[in-house]
Nanobody
């Protein structure tokens, strides 16, 4: 079984919303920092938001006021609620649980 699996990607119009989910299998989840990254076309992978072990949430500047990261330790899930999307948000979004990456989920935003 793949240890980290993302879902929820898709195609939306500008201004739309998407909710990404990440599920960890066979990983002790609650004691790890958890991250969402993205890789836009022809760009390096960049952090979107993360939750430290302390519970503090950190957002990239572009994600502030538009995205919300949340975790459910009981379900071993990490979500990313994204709103007011623009074509600049088109990317493959990846979940990082501790040091384990998922394979990503594609988000495409059209005008």
């Amino acid at each position: 079984q793949v240890p980290v699996v993302e879902s929820g990607g898709g195609a939306v119009h500008s201004g739309g919303s998407l909710r990404l989910s990440c599920t960890a299998h066979g990983i002790f989840f609650s004691d790890k920092a958890v991250h969402w990254y993205r890789q836009r076309p022809r760009k390096q992978r960049e952090v979107v938001a993360y939750i430290r072990k302390s519970g503090e949430t950190i957002y990239a500047e572009f994600a502030k006021d538009r995205f919300i990261i949340s975790r459910d330790n009981a379900k071993n899930t990490l979500d990313l609620q994204m709103g007011n999307l623009t074509p600049e948000d088109t990317a493959r979004y990846y979940c990082l649980i501790g040091e384990t990456w998922g394979q990503g989920t594609q988000v495409t935003v059209t005008v």
